[in-house]
């Protein structure tokens, strides 16, 4: 079990760009959820993905967007980045249901805007 | 609004003394509490969670916490602390409706852990 994975890496991009994470979750999970972690701070929610539609987002601009495809691998997008988007940006997979499941995290993908 | 504090940025301690870490937490009902460690360059590790119960919850690696609702407090401790225990640990309070599990974090405890 690969556990979840998440692409790329790092990332540098300049402001204004627009920028594509990616993230496979745990084998047999169907939830992804997308924080965003500044420097020195905790993880911050975006969104939730489950079943192919965003049933649950965080206090993000809508530049912040996503996607999960029929394979429940889930995509970030950033649109006109700005320098305060820097971060360390993790993805979390878990079981959907009525009862609690643990979400379990990637490696994260930091992503340095110029 | 549901919110968590980890009141200490850095611990420092020594190989074999015991830790707590602190946090509280503010919730409108009975929360779903949760202790992360990080790692540089990795990602989050779950090291143990209450849900409802005995208030005294075991982890991995040796860690235990405390759920106080008097205090509205989670505190992570260790009776004797390893070198390898060094990273960043985050509190996380579970709002939990609906079907629902996102976590809302503190700011983190960062250790170091003397020789």
């Known amino acids: 079990d690969a556990g979840v994975t998440q692409s790329p890496t790092h990332l540098i991009k300049t402001r204004g760009q627009q920028v594509t994470l990616r993230c496979s979750p745990k084998?047999?999970?169907?939830?992804v959820s997308w924080y965003q972690q500044a420097l020195g701070q905790g993880p911050q929610f975006i969104f939730q993905y489950y079943e192919e539609e965003e049933r649950q987002r965080g206090n993000f601009p809508d530049r912040f967007s996503g996607h999960q495809f029929p394979n429940y691998s889930s995509e970030l997008n950033v649109n006109a980045l700005l320098l305060g988007d820097s971060a360390l940006y993790l993805c979390?997979?878990?079981?959907?249901?009525?009862?609690?499941?643990?979400?379990?995290f990637g490696p994260g993908t930091r992503l340095t805007v110029l | 609004a549901q919110s968590v504090t980890q009141p200490d940025i850095h611990i420092t301690v020594s190989e074999g003394a015991s830790l707590e870490l602190r946090c509280n937490y503010s919730?409108?009902?009975?929360?779903?509490l949760f202790w992360y460690v990080q790692s540089p360059g990795q990602g989050l590790q779950l090291l143990l969670k209450y849900f409802s119960g005995d208030t005294l919850v075991q982890g991995i690696k040796g860690f235990e916490a405390e759920f106080k609702r008097s205090q509205s407090s989670f505190n992570l401790r260790k009776p004797s602390v390893h070198w390898s225990d060094a990273a960043e640990y985050f509190c996380a309070v579970g709002p939990f409706s609906g079907g629902y599990n996102k976590l809302i974090f503190g700011a983190g405890t960062r250790l170091a852990v003397h020789p």
């Open positions: 979390a997979s878990s079981l959907g249901g009525i009862s609690y499941n643990e979400q379990f």
């Open positions: 084998s047999g999970h169907d939830t």
């Open positions: 919730y409108g009902a009975t929360p779903y």
